[in-house]
């Protein structure tokens, strides 16, 4: 083993991690990115007169409504997404009787869990 060899090894063991840390998710839209998911996943039973929305209060039907919550108050804590009621829920995460989407629907692909998470994180933004 030569000295240069040993060099790259050195100087790639220590790049590549550091390579890894600055690299920062892209930044997740809501309109582009989030709504078409809840639109798919949820909006079906939270929009006004269906199950979701009558006994919870929460409402899909905008920006505003999302971010409003239930009657309870807020389920997105803007950067907060392991206290975001709304992450935990499709995360499974919550009370079993609480799986969301409910019932026996299909819970979200990892992927679409991931999108969600991430905006939370990213500062909910109305972007
Ligand atoms: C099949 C209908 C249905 C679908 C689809 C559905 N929900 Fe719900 N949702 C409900 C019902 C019913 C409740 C009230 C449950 C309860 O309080 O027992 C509820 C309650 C909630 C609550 C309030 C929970 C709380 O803390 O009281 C949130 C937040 C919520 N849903 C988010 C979502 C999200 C996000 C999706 C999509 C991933 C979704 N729901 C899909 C029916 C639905």
């Not at 929460?58 to 919550?69: H, I, P």
């Given at each position: ?55 919870s209060g ?12 239930t009657q ?56």
């Open positions: 083993m030569n000295t240069k060899f040993l060099c790259c090894v050195a100087a790639a063991s220590v790049a590549l991690p550091l390579l890894a840390g600055c690299q920062r998710s892209p930044e997740i839209s809501y309109v582009k990115d989030v709504t078409p998911i809840l639109d798919k996943h949820c909006k079906a039973c939270h929009v006004a007169g269906q199950a979701g929305y009558v006994v929460f409402e899909l039907e905008s920006y505003e409504t999302l971010m409003k919550g309870y108050g807020p389920v997105v804590l803007p950067g907060d997404p392991l206290t975001s009621v709304l992450v935990m829920l499709v995360e499974g995460r919550a009370d079993p009787s609480l799986k969301m989407p409910h019932g026996d629907a299909k819970p979200l692909e990892p992927a679409e869990i991931a999108t969600i998470r991430q905006w939370v994180e990213q500062g909910a933004k109305n972007n």
